[in-house]
C-alpha cells in the first residue's frame, strides 16, 4: 500500500559510521543517536543498538525509550530522556531511562524520590540556555546553575551525570565556539566548586557536528547529540552535506490517481486554502497535473523533493499532492509512483502517520 515511507537500513548504518568519524574520531566526543524523528521504530532501533560506535540512544518521548529499552540493555549502551521530563512521567522515567535532561529542581526532587523508590540512581544531565531559548537555565544566572548543581549533587538518588545545552531549535541560533565555550566555563565552575568531575558536557545536535570540521569545537565538550544528519547526512548549522553521508537513506514513495491538464490558475474568486492562507499561483499556461494520494495529514510538502527533477510540487491538501510534470522527460500515467527525498519536517510526519507504510529496503 502507498504512500511509503522507504527506509534504507545499510545507507542509515553507513551514515551513522561517518558521522561517527567526525564525532568520535575527528572531534574527541562520545555519540548519542536520536530516535525521535523515526518514532523510535523498532528496526531502525535494532540496528542503532547493534552499531558498535554508538554510545546512547536519545529520545525525546519517554513511551519511545520504553519500546526499546530492551535492545539497549542487552546492548551496554544506554537512553537518553531528552524533553525535560513532565511531573506525570516521572516512574516511567526512572524505570526506562538510564539518564535524562533537566532543568527544574522540582522535577530533579520528583526524580529523586522515585529513584529511591526504585532502588535506583538516576543520572541527570543540567540544562543551560545559551541564547536559543527553549530549555535549560538562562546562562547569565550563574548563580543559579551554581546552586541547582549543588542540590543536585547532595541528592541521594541522583548523580548529576553532566551539564549540556541545546541551540538551534527555537530561536535558531547557531553553535560556535564562543557561546559553547560559555558552557564549558560554566562547567568548569560546577566542578570546581562541587570537587567533582561531570562526565558528560554535550554540546548540542547535528548543528553542532560542523564546528568539529573547523576545529572549532571547545576542547571540554565531550557529547553530541545526532539525529537529522544520521538521517538525511547535513549538518543542520549551514546545510552542508557530511562527508561520507548520503541524503537518500529515507525516501517517500506516493501514487497518482489523476492525471490532467488543466490550467495553473483556479478559476473564480480566490478565497482561502484548506488551511486559511490565501495562496499564490504562478501562472504556467495550461500543465499537466498529477496528484498523488498523499497530503498534509501525512507529510510536510515543503520538505518533499521529487527525484525526478523536472517535477514541480505545486501544493498540498490534507490528503492530496499536486504536482506539476510537464517537463518530465516520463510519461506518467495514473498508479505510477513518484519518489521523494526528504527534509526533516516530512520525515517527521510521514514516520508519525499510521497512514504510511515503511518498507525496509
Ligand atoms: C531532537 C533533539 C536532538 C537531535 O536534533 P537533530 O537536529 O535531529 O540532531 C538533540 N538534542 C535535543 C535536546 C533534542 O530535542
Same mark, same amino acid.
Given at each position: 500500500m502507498y504512500p511509503k515511507l522507504l527506509i534504507d537500513l545499510k545507507k542509515l548504518r553507513e551514515n551513522i559510521d561517518a558521522v561517527a568519524k567526525i564525532t568520535k574520531d575527528d572531534g574527541g566526543c562520545t555519540m548519542m543517536i536520536v530516535t525521535k524523528c523515526l518514532c523510535a521504530n523498532r528496526e531502525v532501533a535494532k540496528m542503532i543498538t547493534d552499531h558498535p560506535r554508538v554510545d546512547f540512544l536519545a529520545d525525546s518521548r519517554i513511551e519511545n525509550i520504553k519500546k526499546y529499552q530492551d535492545l539497549v540493555e542487552v546492548s551496554g549502551k544506554q537512553s537518553v530522556l531528552l524533553r525535560l521530563p513532565m511531573m506525570s512521567e516521572i516512574e516511567d522515567v526512572v524505570k526506562y531511562a538510564d539518564i535524562s535532561f533537566n532543568s527544574e529542581l522540582a522535577t530533579i526532587e520528583a526524580l529523586d524520590q522515585e529513584a529511591a523508590k526504585q532502588g535506583k540512581t538516576h543520572k541527570v544531565v543540567l540544562m543551560v540556555d545559551l541564547?536559543?531559548? +527553549?530549555?535549560?537555565? $538562562? $546562562? +547569565?544566572?550563574k548563580e543559579e546553575i551554581l546552586e541547582t548543581a549543588a542540590k543536585i549533587h547532595a541528592m541521594k538518588n541522583v548523580e548529576l551525570y553532566g551539564m549540556g545545552t541545546n541551540l538551534t531549535c527555537y530561536g535558531a541560533i547557531i553553535p560556535k565556539y564562543d557561546n559553547l565555550s560559555v558552557l564549558c566555563d560554566i562547567a568548569g565552575k560546577v566542578e570546581e566548586k562541587l570537587g567533582i568531575q561531570l562526565q558528560m558536557i554535550s554540546g548540542g545536535n547535528s548543528s553542532s557536528i560542523y564546528l568539529v570540521g573547523e576545529g572549532q569545537l571547545p576542547e571540554k565538550i565531550n557529547n553530541l547529540r545526532l539525529g537529522e544528519s544520521f538521517l538525511l547526512g547535513n549538518d543542520t548549522a549551514y546545510g552542508a552535506d557530511l562527508p561520507g553521508t548520503v541524503g537518500d537513506g529515507l525516501l517517500c514513495e506516493a501514487q497518482i490517481v489523476e492525471l490532467k491538464t488543466k490550467p495553473s490558475l483556479p478559476i473564480g474568486e480566490v478565497g482561502v486554502d484548506a488551511f486559511g492562507q490565501k495562496p499564490y499561483y504562478e501562472d504556467r499556461g495550461e500543465i499537466k497535473r498529477a496528484i498523488l494520494a498523499i497530503g498534509q495529514q501525512d507529510t510536510d510538502r515543503g520538505g518533499m523533493i521529487p527525484l525526478d527533477e523536472k517535477v514541480d510540487v505545486l501544493g498540498a491538501s490534507s490528503d492530496h499532492l499536486i504536482l506539476d510534470v510537464t517537463k518530465s522527460d516520463r510519461e506518467y500515467k495514473v498508479g505510477d509512483t513518484v519518489q521523494f527525498t526528504l527534509e526533516y519536517g516530512a520525515v517527521l510526519r510521514l514516520a508519525t502517520s499510521e497512514y504510511v507504510t515503511k518498507e525496509f529496503i
Open positions: 541564547g536559543d531559548l +527553549r530549555e535549560g537555565i $538562562f $546562562f +547569565r544566572n
